[in-house]
């Protein structure tokens, strides 16, 4: 018999009262069961049987309610009319059939488009970074939360503020690359897009992973991070604090690994002292998938579950994510032995039900079905995708070769990547996790975890509507293409080389699509927990290379990869090379726009482009004693300057700085600085150029970097034209952590550059910060992010 469960007149049934007296009436009204419930979630897929909800399989589950559901769409195989009937059914059970009637909050992975068997695939985040073009992510970001709303998903597992400088991190392609003022551009539009102005019709951001994830030892996922408390602040902590102060960020996912000894998800002082007392964040805290067990089972930094659950709870992690583990009979048992309080149970629930009233749920737990299919992968929302990929493309390298004239002869297409539609996608597509989920399936785990994923769950692959480069090229080259796979992404078989031998040699140009394959699976060589211990092209594919180039044929080599990648012999020999990233589902076509000149290419790279892995670390914001101006300079045997430096990107318009000016030579600490900059057009075409404004400080009480992105804006301009842009400089956003670590704006001299990239730059002039009594004292705490 189904039954509403609520109870007539009470408050927090009441849209009119405040949400936080709604909070106070329920939590009173809460048994233990009841709230740890709440801090707990399930796996979508354990809720069904046969593609439909399934009471039987709830009740014992959901019987006193639940915090989470994981990814009703990204974890199952429904299209996306049937997730929302199914997160329908969901709310429905918990509405009617438990106590209190307190619906859940469905998350979903959201990292390159909502990871649904339906949703627009947009290019992986370090594509979207190359674009240098905040409000691209923020119109990624909308569209995301519509297609999300309307399948009844509340919760998006990203923007992934993690820096990172060692792209041997296989989740280097999850990021916005190594600059903390371009990641936290990107992150604040992502969550701006993905919240909306209000809750009621947005969804809740969660930006990962906190702090330091991409700083890992050895590149390895899972590692620790070594990172010195001013490195961490103001380069790693930087972008989650400009989430929080400027967007409202209300989510923040802990990171698997330790700093300095304490594993994040244990880490008082991060996710209380720093968060939630310096920043005042308010939201809630969750943990990475199986994260909290982690503290014992993985870091022994818990004796056994309780303690873990313990030590997690009193941290500040609120919601344990997939499915409850130690916030279950665990944390009960600590709970009756007194070994955490009530109150830090009461403080948990509190937040989460917060979020549940804020997104209105309790009004409106239901989504429409019929309208789904007019809002998931919208004709709108492909064209967002289409306008990213184009944009992140980046010409690294061009002899004159690209764009291929309209009277280019015979067109060799060959390697791994040029007709394969799921090599397109980045690791937190659908297509990938299918795989995840066929492989937890075989292996009974994910990620080395137990987990069980019933047998009935029907699990298919599917890159539905994904072209290849080979089709758009095929659509526009017509018989002039010619195809040669040559090899797999992996493995050591080169019994295709003959064959795109002989296609390249009887071509007037060879375009090569090589890279990399993402995902989590032990197939990909990209991707969670894919970590390379080399940049080279894997599998055989730099002797592929050699086996073309040795044909005399023009190569152009196309990088549809996850991270900066390829050898020396690659891009020396090598007439052009593009870099696609993982650009998604209308990827190809924008490859093959800009192979052809139908599209200037004006991607620019948000991550510094290492020679070889000896170099690692390697970025343009290093220190003046870091190395690169010692007695000699090189390593013995190779440069110490990237391959292409940070910024770095080429087009078909070429473009110049006429004049840059600062509109003064002396500041108050606390006002701004104006710099106008003229580029002028020089090239027979438009085009867009990407204007960069650093700032060096040349003596500080703390040493600086030789550079610091402080500023930038994409231009457009026709073919001869010229345009102004003006940046605002705030002297506050130029401090640093001193000595005591406090943020401090020093009086001294700013010197200011402007140009296209991190070392093709103009010097626009120099400043200098003055105190109000000119005594040179320090204006501290005070902070522009």
Known sequence: MTTVRR??????????????????????????????????????????????????????????????????AGATNLKAADVARVANEIQRFLVTETRLGIPAIVHEEVCSGVMAREGTIFPQAIGVASTWEPELNRRLADAVRAQMRAMGGHQGLSPVLDVVRDPRWGRTEETYGEDPHLVARMGVAFVRGLQGDSLTEGVIATAKHFVGYGASEGGLNWAPAHLPPRLLREVYLHPFEAAVREAGLQSVMAGYHELDGIPCHGNDELLGDVLRGEWGFEGTVVSDYFAVDDLHSYHRFAGDKRQAAVRALTAGVDVELPATDAYGDALAQALDEGEVGEAQLDRAVSRVLRHKFELGLFENPYVDETAVAVTVNAAPHREVALEIARRSLVLLKNDGMLPLRPGTGTVALIGPNADDARHLLGDYSFAAHVESLMQARERKGLLGQTMTIPDDLEIEESTDGVRTV??????????????????????????????????????????????????????????????????????????????????????????????????????????????????????????????????????????????????????????????????????????????????HGLGYAPFVVERATLDRAEVMAGESVAVEVTVANTGDRAGEEVVQLYIRDPQASVTRPVLELKGFARVSAGAGERTTIRFDLPTDRLGFYDRNMHYTVEDGHIEVYVGFSSDGHTHAGTFTIMSPAYLGRAQKGVRSL
């Not at 709440?38 to 009740?59: C, D, N, T, Y």
């Not at 002039?480 to 050591?492: F, K, N, Q, S």
């Not at 990648?565 to 589902?585: R, S, Y």
Request: charged fraction near 25%; aromatic fraction near 6%; hydrophobic fraction near 40%.
């Open 7 to 72: 109870e007539s007149g009470a408050a927090y049934t009441d849209p009119a009262v405040p949400v936080s007296e709604r909070v106070a009436d329920l939590l009173g009204r809460m048994t233990r069961e009841e709230k740890l419930a709440q801090l707990g979630s399930v796996w979508a897929f354990s809720l069904i049987e046969g593609g439909r909800f399934s009471a039987e399989r709830a009740r014992p589950v959901l019987r006193h309610g639940l915090g989470h559901v994981t990814r009703v």
């Open 470 to 647: 080979r089709d758009e090229l095929a659509a526009r080259l017509g018989d002039r293409l010619r195809y040669a796979r040559g090899c797999d992404v992996a493995g050591t078989s080169r019994d295709g080389f003959d064959e795109a031998v002989a296609a390249a040699a009887a071509a007037d140009v060879a375009v090569l699509v090589l890279g990399d394959r993402s995902g989590l699976t032990l197939g990909a060589t990209t991707g969670e927990s894919r970590d390379r211990s080399s940049l080279d092209l894997p599998g055989v594919q730099e002797d592929l290379v050699r086996a073309v180039v040795a044909t005399g044929t023009p190569v152009v080599a196309v990088l549809v990869a996850g991270r900066p990648v390829g050898g020396d012999f690659l891009h020396e020999n090598c007439a052009a090379v593009l870099l696609a990233w993982l650009p998604g589902q209308t990827g190809a076509r924008a490859i093959a726009e800009v192979l052809l000149g139908e599209v200037n290419p004006s991607g620019k790279l948000p991550i510094s482009y290492p020679r070889t892995v000896g170099q690692i670390p390697v970025y343009y914001g290093h220190k003046v004693s870091g190395g690169r101006s010692h007695w000699h300079g090189d390593y013995v045997d190779s440069p110490v300057s990237p391959r292409y430096r940070f910024g």
